[in-house]
């Protein structure tokens, strides 16, 4: 299995640009998570969906940030328009089974930068 | 609300020491713990993960965690250290579809 598939793996953009984030869970897994990394927040879950429907986006920062799951396969997370501040890692996980129980697995990031 | 502490954010071991990584969380009941891995510049990998029975809970790469529910920690325990487990640690609950992750902990290991 190719594990979970994340593109770009590297993005630069400029402050006000929109930025898209894409994510191919891995096949069969019915849960998709969204995370952010920085050194000065840590690690925090941005949404998570199940069976394609977004579960909990109690941690997406504010209305500049969307994600969608159209079917199974495949999930992107747009940032429109993009600031300095949200430059970090993000990461893009599945699992299957039950989300909060089941093994997370995750793909390589991609690191974004917004200048 | 529930939280995940981990109060050390770096912590240095020689190498073939154990090592004891602490995880406190607050909620009042029992709540799904994890413990995952992340070496630098890769995604995070599950350890090892408790839900119930067992307070020892074993995992991959020779750890093991301890939930202790009379001090609301589940401290991450490995023997002897290898230099490959150099990498940031994080502890996570999960609770009615809502998951905390601590803040991590940036272990180094000395040759």
């Known amino acids: 299995d190719a594990g979970v598939i994340q593109s770009p793996r590297h993005e630069v953009t400029e402050m006000g640009q929109e930025v898209t984030l894409r994510c191919k869970p891995i096949?069969?897994?019915?849960?998709l998570f969204w995370y952010r990394q920085t050194m000065m927040r840590g690690l925090e879950l941005l949404i998570y969906?199940?069976?394609?429907?977004?579960?909990?986006d109690s941690g997406m920062p504010e209305d500049r940030f969307s994600a969608k799951m159209p079917n199974a396969s495949f999930s992107t997370l747009k940032i429109q328009p993009s600031e300095p501040r949200d430059s970090a890692v993000y990461f893009c996980?599945?699992?299957?089974?039950?989300?909060?129980?089941?093994?997370?697995?995750f793909g390589p990031g991609t690191r974004l930068t917004v200048l | 609300a529930q939280s995940v502490t981990q109060p050390d954010i770096h912590i240095t071991v020689s190498e073939g020491a154990s090592l004891e990584l602490r995880c406190n969380y607050s909620?009042?009941?029992?709540?799904?713990l994890f413990w995952y891995v992340q070496s630098p510049g890769q995604g995070l990998q599950l350890l090892l993960k408790?839900?119930?029975?067992?307070?020892l809970v074993q995992g991959i790469k020779g750890f093991e965690a301890e939930f202790k529910r009379s001090q609301s920690s589940f401290n991450l325990r490995k023997p002897s250290v290898h230099w490959s487990d150099a990498a940031e640690y994080f502890c996570?609950?999960?609770?009615?579809?809502?998951?905390?992750f601590g803040s991590g902990t940036k272990l180094n290991v000395k040759p």
């Open positions: 996980a599945s699992s299957f089974g039950e989300p909060g129980t089941d093994t997370q697995y």
């Open positions: 096949s069969g897994h019915n849960s």
């Open positions: 969906f199940n069976n394609n429907v977004p579960i909990d």
């Open positions: 909620y009042g009941a029992t709540p799904y």
């Open positions: 408790y839900f119930s029975g067992d307070t």
């Open positions: 996570a609950l999960y609770n009615f579809n809502k998951f905390y």
